[in-house]
């Protein structure tokens, strides 16, 4: 069953989120920013418009209710790097991830952070897919609207096979870039369950 096989590996996919949006690389564990000095007009069109088609789409996520009404549920904990900020609550969409299709408006992952109140604040998305998946049928790395995904080959740290990753940071901006791992403004201070580091 699809459902059933991503998740065995569900709580280990949402680790696999250290990624660098720049380029498909190996595993690294940085995130580094491409700054606005390097970015050409119409890559810095193609990020806004990403950004916003993610928002747009994600929008009535705002309640996490909805998210988990439509097949999101939190599958890892509250992700913190010791000294990199956070990656927050990561709802995952098992069918999403299982069926490899890459469409801005329907991310595998939304990204929470805690509030101090218990509740979640919507702050981006994540797109998941399985490398060997995606390069069945395509020639390079997943990209979408500019920005290509990372790469974190087999074997790795999770025991997953290779993937692609990459997050938007739609709902909070990041100081370090739209489309980097880590977000420095993000804490699972507030967060009662888990936290990984």
């Known amino acids: 069953m699809k459902h059933a096989r991503f998740a065995t590996h569900s709580m280990v996919a949402l680790v696999l989120l250290s990624v660098c949006p720049g380029r498909a690389l190996a595993q690294d564990g940085h995130a580094h920013a491409q700054t606005p000095q390097q970015q050409t007009p119409e890559q810095k069109s193609q990020q806004s418009a990403l950004l916003k088609i993610v928002r747009d789409s994600t929008e009535r996520f705002k309640d996490v209710a909805q998210a988990e009404r439509e097949g999101y549920a939190l599958q890892f904990g509250c992700v913190s790097g010791s000294d990199s900020g956070a990656m927050g609550l990561h709802y995952v969409n098992g ?37 060997d998946r995606w390069n069945a049928n395509h020639s390079g790395p997943p990209e979408l609207m500019g920005q290509l995904f990372h790469l974190f080959d087999a074997p790795n740290r999770f025991g997953l096979p290779a993937f692609y990753t990459l997050h938007v940071w739609a709902w909070k901006e990041n100081p370090n870039g739209a489309f980097v791992n880590w977000h420095p403004e993000v804490s699972c201070e507030s967060f009662a369950g888990d936290t990984t580091k």
């Open 95 to 131: 069918a999403i991830v299982n069926s490899g299709v890459l469409d801005p408006t329907r991310p595998q992952i939304v990204i929470y952070e805690p509030t101090a109140n218990g509740g979640r604040k919507l702050i981006g998305a994540d797109f998941l897919l399985f490398a």
